[in-house]
Structure formats: C-alpha cells, structure tokens
C-alpha cells in the first residue's frame, strides 16, 4: 500500500514516456509471474496507473524448455488513467528461445526483445523448434534487440552468497527485474525490503537474489545501455492509501467487508479449482472478520455445506469455475426452492470439460441463467474490473440476503488474476446490507388458535420470505426441495399452488430490477451511431477502443451491464435508441442473444474464444466495421 502523496524514484537522464506495455516470458519455472508483479508493485509504489495480464500455461508439468511451458506476465503503467494491459507488448523479455518462439507474434513492430542470450544454445533452441538460432539470422530484424548474458552474469553476481550454482541460476529472474527496474526507473526500496520479507528465512537465498537485483539493475547503469532507459511519471489520482489488487483478492475481500456490513458471520465451503481457489487461499487468513472456510471432498460438498450454513443464518458463499457450476446445479436448485441466501462465485475459464484451464472465458452466462432443472431463475451480478470484484461481491451478498435467494457472481480469470491499484473505501461509504431473522410467529394455527411460524409468508415488498433460525424458541418450521404450500410451507402437489409458486419465485427475481441502478451511457449518448453494450472483463477493452473513435470524430456511446440477471429496468429503451448495437463477448454471443430474445432488437455479436481477453484494437476494428456496415 502507498499514499498517492509519496512518489519515491528519480528519472536521471531517462526518457519521458507517457507508457509502456512490457511483458515477461520463460519458462514457468523461471519466476515470470513473480517478476511481474514485482514491477507492477515497484510501478504502483511510484504512483502510475497500470493493468496487468498474467498468463499462464495450461499444463501444470509442461517439459522444460518447450512452447506448452512457457508463463508470461504483461503489465502496462502509464502517466494517466488505463483500463487496460495494453493491446501489444512494446518491450519484451524473453528468458529463453521458447519464450521467443511463442510470445514474440505479440511485440509491437520496431519494439525492444531483452533476450537472455546463454539460454540460447542448440538443446534450448531444438525443444523450442528452431532449426536455426534467431540471435544470428534475420529473424528479429524489424526489433530492436539487446542481448544479456543473464544466467552466467547472474552466477558470477552471487557467488558470494554461498549458494550452490543451480541454486544461483534461479535467480536470474531478479536480474531481469534489477535490469528493467534501472530502464524504466523504478524505485528500488520497495523491492529490496519485499525481497528480504518473503526469502528473510534463508539468508543465503535471500543474499543471491538481493545481488541478482543489485547486479542487473548495476548492469543498466555500466554498460551500452545507456541510451534506453525511461521515465513514466505519477498518474493523477484522488488522494488517497492505495493498494495493487488482483479480482480474486478483491473478491475476497468484498466477502469479508460483506460479513461485517451484514453483521453475520461468513461461511464458505469450496473445493479448489483453478482459477476460484485463491478465493478460499484468502479467506481462509481472515478468521478474526468471523471467517469460516471449509474444504469439501468435492464440489457437491462444497456447495452442500454452504447451504447448510446458509439455513443456520450466515452469510453463505461457496466458489468455483465452469465444471464446479454444473455438478452443483442440482443444489442451486434446493436453494431456489427453500429460498435461502447464498451467493455461488463462478470465476469462468475456457470449456467445455477441462478444457483450458489457467485461460480465461466468458461463457457461462447461459449456464448462470438456465442450468437448472425446471423454472429456477436467480439474479446474476458481473464485476468488470479487477478491482470492482470488491463492489460485486458485496452487492451478490446484498441480493441474496434482501431476497432470500441464491445469487451467480460471474468473474473471469483474467479479472482474477490481473491487477490494478485499487483506492482503499472508507467503511463509512460502503452499504448496510444487514438483515433481520424472525423472532416471533407470525401465524395463527385456524384450528387450535395457537401461533405458529409460517416460513413462506413474505414481505409483500420484496416477496422474500420468513427467515427463522433453526431453535428458536416456537419457530418450528418446513423447508425442502419438495415443492411447499406457499405460507405454511405444508408439501403440496396441487397445480394451483405449484404454478403460484413458480410464478412468485419469478416475480421476486423480477422485482429486483426496481433496486438496482439504470444502466448508465457514456460517451455520445444522445446521438451516436453505434451503441457498444458489455458485460464482465471486456470492459477495459470497451472504454479504450470507444474512447480511441471517439477522438477519431466517429459517433460511438457505451453501456456495460453489472446486473445480468434481471436486467435494469431502462435496459429496452436505452437499446432502442440507437440504430446499431454491438456486444464483444468472450463466448459466441450469450449476452447477444439474451436482449435479442428479451427487447426485439438487433444486437450484433463480436466474439472472442481463444483463452484471451479482447485487445482495445480488436474491439475499435469491430466499431469501425459496424458503423461501416449498412442497414
């Protein structure tokens, strides 16, 4: 955390950017994902905005040295407000050849390769496919390429740390972040002390990878490279303590501060999957909020456990991908029929089956709205930033506790993942979303005359029903999957009431579109040519790429939706107004289809399935193609 007040850090002779998109590659043992976000906490120490795009290989145990295990980390930081980790890297740093192999397509033409040049010889250049060495033909001809011997430097630099040499090699990865910090001027301090904080344990570990920094960022100083080192300067923000957070520790978080607006403890029952279960890695630190996290046998177990603590009056929640979704479908669908809180947390990845794991995707919106037996309709919230994962979450928890409902919070793991500064809330300004249990009966038994507690009589507001902690004193009640008697809460088979119940659970999800905001235009709202509607991580792209045609003198206004599931109330006639709609989704075009079916309106799908986010490029092409296309 930092006070946008402190800008440690000085430019030298550096030149001044406006900003930079570098990405770190090699192979996933190499330590790209820390060394990135050791950059990204240096740059948000100094006080730029940033986005940043971790990207992961889908094997776990891919063999060393080839292609399939390749990790990279792009970040973007920049002297204004970004929303995005940049369309294509302008700096890249490749550890190895199939770092090169795979990620050089993603550099800008004319952009700089920082290439650990000891790794290149004939083993390293087969495994990655090479017939012949790139570093000696005219493979990288259109870069501007600097060639750093990084892992014998490395070696040479720790030596007197007493490590072993293999030992000593794993810290190149410091090297590389010593030598780009001194490039792109980073602060040090935040570095040095995080470094002897998380290796503070074994000291010579923590020596080789302080003299691994020191000797790269040295390295900047003493050689040719002189000439190409960078100044960014401080974004202008509110003032404020900041912090850099990925979607899953926001996330968490917004469960957390949930718990406490909610005055309940939160339960989370879960069964690890990638990329949910940092979720549960993070809650799991907070017992002191009132905190319980278990981790299930599976995901049925999990979902089943927070059901139960739902019904003994906590504030429920349980996580998971895609998979996680379908096999706990069938108790979703208990929750709808006992009409209890629980929020279930989808962080989407690509499918179907196993499919791709540590990439990102958007598409289970459709199972979010239709993956359950019979009619069993829920609200869906979306989050569209990594740091807004905060707001969503509180807001999943406040609907289902006002509603007496089970909640879809859809995230992605691009928002989980990447980052982006978050300026801390004050409590003060955050939502009560308290809720009541009942206390007292609130029925009169017609035979006997003696009160009783009939747990589906409902708020004539909301429809929510009755909710009535197990033990208390003359709140004996029924609830389960059986379809009930409306009010009493008696199983019932007869058409009449099975209909009415349908019809209320339907209403009470309806009737939540009167407390939530109207969706909100920006850009030319009164008179553009072109609407561009969105929903969840796109939105980064969206606000870029209409921003971008906008300065271009083209007609171009934008919504993006959080509330999914009812849809806000101004949805239709804000999708009327204009003569073309466009929707980019990571999926074939669920949202697309879903205000087709609902307003009768054109909505035009660009699509994305490739286990990447939506670059500001693509999304401007696809405006510049719609508004060209004719009526």
């Known amino acids: 955390m930092t006070d946008v007040q402190a800008r440690p850090g000085t430019s030298g002779d550096a030149e001044q ?5 570098i990405r770190f590659a090699g192979d996933s043992g190499d330590g790209m994902q820390l060394t990135g976000e050791r950059f990204t906490t240096a740059s948000a120490v100094f006080g730029n905005d940033l986005a940043t795009l971790p990207d992961f290989p889908a094997e776990i145990r891919a063999p ?3 292609i399939f295990g ?3 980390f792009q970040v973007q930081i920049a002297d204004h407000d970004i929303t995005n980790p940049g369309d294509a890297p302008s700096v890249l740093v490749c550890m190895n050849p199939a770092a090169l192999a795979s990620e050089l397509h993603r550099l800008e033409p004319g952009g700089t390769v920082i290439v650990n040049s000891d790794e290149f010889d004939e083993r390293n250049l087969t495994k990655a496919g090479y017939t012949e060495n790139p570093l000696e033909n005219d493979s990288l001809a259109g870069y501007k390429v600097i060639l750093v011997p990084m892992t014998s430097l490395t070696k040479e630099s720790v030596k007197e740390s007493g490590v072993k040499p293999r030992d000593a090699e794993r810290s190149k990865n410091f090297f590389a972040l010593g030598l780009v910090t001194w490039m792109y001027t980073r602060p040090l301090d935040a570095t040095l002390t995080w470094i002897k904080e998380r290796f503070g344990k074994n000291e010579m570990v923590m020596n080789a990878n302080i003299m691994a920094f020191k000797a790269g960022h040295a390295y900047g100083e003493t050689t040719e490279l002189a000439g190409n080192r960078y100044s960014i300067k401080p974004a202008p923000q509110t003032a404020g303590v900041y912090t850099s957070i990925n979607g899953n520790t926001a996330l968490a978080w917004g469960l957390v501060a949930a718990g406490q607006l909610a005055k309940l403890p939160v339960f989370l029952g879960s069964y690890p999957i990638t990329p949910a279960s940092d979720i549960l890695h993070e809650l799991s630190k907070h ?3 009132g905190i319980r996290t278990l981790q299930a046998e599976d995901e049925i177990a999990g979902i089943g456990t927070a059901l139960g603590a739902a019904f003994g009056g906590q504030l429920a929640v349980t996580t998971t991908s895609g998979p996680g979704v379908a096999l706990k479908s069938e108790t979703m669908s208990l929750a709808i029929s006992l009409e209890l809180p629980l929020v279930i947390v989808d962080i989407q990845r690509g499918g179907p089956s196993t499919g791709l794991p540590t990439k990102t995707e958007a598409a289970d919106l459709m199972m979010a709205m239709y993956g359950r037996h019979g009619e069993a309709p829920l609200p869906i919230v979306a989050s569209f930033s990594p740091s807004q994962c905060f707001d969503a979450a509180i807001e999943a928890c406040r609907i289902a506790l006002k509603y007496r409902t089970p909640v879809i919070l859809l995230s992605d793991g691009y928002l989980a993942n990447g980052s982006e500064p978050w300026l801390i809330p004050d409590v003060s300004t955050l939502p009560d979303i308290s809720t009541t249990f009942a206390t007292e009966p609130n029925h ?21 029903r009755s909710w009535a902690l197990p033990g208390t004193p003359g709140l004996m009640h029924r609830i389960g999957g059986i379809e009930k008697e409306d009010g009493s809460g008696n199983i ?9 119940m349908v019809d209320t659970r339907a209403a009470k999800v309806a009737g939540i579109a009167k407390d939530i905001p109207e969706v909100a235009v920006t850009g030319d709202a009164a008179d553009a040519d072109l609407l561009v509607l969105g929903w969840g991580s796109t939105w980064g792209a969206i606000v870029t790429a209409v921003d971008r045609q906008r300065a271009k003198g083209r007609k171009v206004a934008q919504a993006h939706l959080t509330h999914l599931n009812p849809f806000p109330a101004n949805l239709g006639e804000v999708l009327r107004r204009y003569p073309k709609v466009l929707v980019p989704e990571m999926n074939t075009g669920h949202l697309a289809k879903l205000v087709r079916a609902e307003f009768l309106v054109d909505a035009r799908t660009v699509s994305k399935v490739r286990g990447v986010p939506f670059t500001a490029a693509e999304v401007e092409a696809a405006i510049e193609a719609e508004l060209e296309r004719k009526l």
């Open 17 to 21: 950017v406006d900003h930079v998109v």
């Open 64 to 66: 060393t040295g080839t």
């Open 70 to 72: 390749v990790s990279a």
């Open 287 to 289: 017992k002191s909020f």
């Open 444 to 464: 009169v038994n017609e035979t006997t005359g003696e009160p009783e507690h009939w747990p589906y009589v409902r708020d004539p507001e909301t429809l929510a």
């Open 492 to 500: 019932s088979y007869t058409p009449e009431n099975h209909s009415h």
